[in-house]
């Protein structure tokens, strides 16, 4: 007798459930045994599409390496490409002394069209009159880059009156230098209102036309203590720190939303000569920096699109050991390389909190310019303010 399928046993329907096909008389397959597949199967499967992807994007990363390193090779046996920055609009940070007005001046000669912030107006009025000298466009503006509302309101005023910016330059900076135990809060605030957060209001302010435009360039003037610690410096180090975790971030987070044509350049040097903030550092093995010397490399590094400028360059060998070898090697180095970061002296007046009810006007950034100025050191100090000239850029608080 034809056995009706309609009318399975037991282990025929559970041999249906786990997918295994039942042939009626003829050799066919039932239509729901067709559409069950096997849940082993479907799991292989799916793992090997998984890890073939997997396989697939591990080799096209190593030869996208193996492209870069090449290309790299190739631009350090022929030499990088340079792009022009006559047609740029630059905006300085920190531009009314030091490291900024050497950058106004060396932009202004190539063309490029240069505005400066500060909160210095003498400074201001001394860097634009140096670049016209030497023919080149400057314009000055008075803008505290801890105050978001200043940044963005100043940004609204240079797109009217000049144009979009379509090179950033953070150059602004500011160092209390004492153990931080000893630092007043209003200080530790004003280094990370200044050192980092201001990237944040620069960048927000003029990127988005960077986008528009599908043209821009981001240079961040960190610092090597930006990689490393310093005794005496944990605020500023620890702002440096972020500064340059901000432009690697950034970089990044550019590449991944398609605007490769927008780009950055984080500069790290070592403490700088004439800056007003590092004159008289007490550091050993290696010499501190000429301004103008700084000033030629970062130039370079932005015209060659370079992502990290380590001034000098030696040191990003040396930055590497730092992750190979023991605490105890790299601590001694450190308190070798570097004795005494800090000024001595400074006057109480400048270390005292502000009251908790207070905020800091024009007028109080004046006087305690004007009160740092006055400070009166010894014959050799390891003093960071010797013959300092108040600039936000170059400034001691």
Not at 82 to 110: P, W
Request: net charge negative; hydrophobic share 45%.
């Amino acid at each position: 007798m034809e056995k009706n399928n309609n009318n399975l046993h037991a282990d025929d329907q559970q041999m249906l459930a786990n997918g295994h096909g039942l042939a009626n008389g003829n050799g066919s397959v039932h239509s729901a045994q067709v559409k069950s597949a096997p849940p082993q199967a479907t799991g292989w499967l799916e793992s090997l599409l998984n890890s073939w992807d997997a396989f697939a994007d591990v080799a096209w990363f190593i030869i996208c390496c193996i492209g870069y390193i090449l290309q790299d090779l190739y631009y350090i046996a022929f030499g990088y490409p340079e792009k022009e920055l006559n047609s740029d609009i630059a905006l300085i940070t920190g531009g009314g002394n030091g490291l900024g007005r050497q950058l106004a001046e060396r932009l202004g000669k190539m063309g490029t069209k240069v505005i400066i912030w500060d909160i210095n107006k003498k400074g201001i009025a001394e860097t634009v009159e140096i670049v016209k000298e030497a023919g080149g466009y400057c314009k000055g503006y008075v803008v505290d880059i801890s105050k978001k509302e200043e940044v963005y309101k100043a940004a609204d005023v240079i797109r009217e009156e000049v144009g979009d910016v379509t090179l950033l330059i953070n150059n602004a900076g500011v160092v209390s230098g004492l153990h931080l135990l000893d630092t007043p809060d209003h200080l530790i605030e004003r280094s990370f209102n200044v050192n980092v957060m201001a990237h944040f209001w620069t960048t927000k302010a003029f990127l988005p036309k960077m986008i528009e435009n599908d043209r821009g360039h981001i240079a961040t003037i960190a610092s090597l203590a930006g990689h490393v610690g310093i005794s005496k410096l944990v605020d500023y180090c620890a702002s440096k720190f972020a500064a340059v975790g901000f432009d690697e971030a950034l970089r990044l987070e550019l590449e991944v939303l398609g605007h490769t044509n927008i780009r950055t350049t984080c500069i790290c040097p070592f403490f700088i000569q004439a800056t007003g903030m590092f004159d008289d550092v007490n550091a050993r093995w290696v010499p501190t920096l000429n301004p103008n010397d700084v000033a030629d490399r970062v130039i370079v590094a932005i015209k060659k699109n370079e992502k990290l400028a380590v001034i000098p360059g030696f040191l990003k060998v040396l930055l590497s050991f730092k992750w190979t070898f023991p605490w105890g090697c790299v601590g001694g180095l450190l308190k070798r390389l570097v004795p005494d970061a800090s000024p001595q002296g400074l006057p109480s007046s400048i270390v005292s909190p502000l009251p908790s009810n207070a905020k800091a006007t024009s007028a109080d950034i004046a006087a305690l310019d004007a009160e740092l100025s006055s400070v009166t050191l010894p014959a050799k100090p390891p003093s960071m303010l010797i013959q300092r000239t108040p600039s936000l850029g170059e400034r001691v608080l």
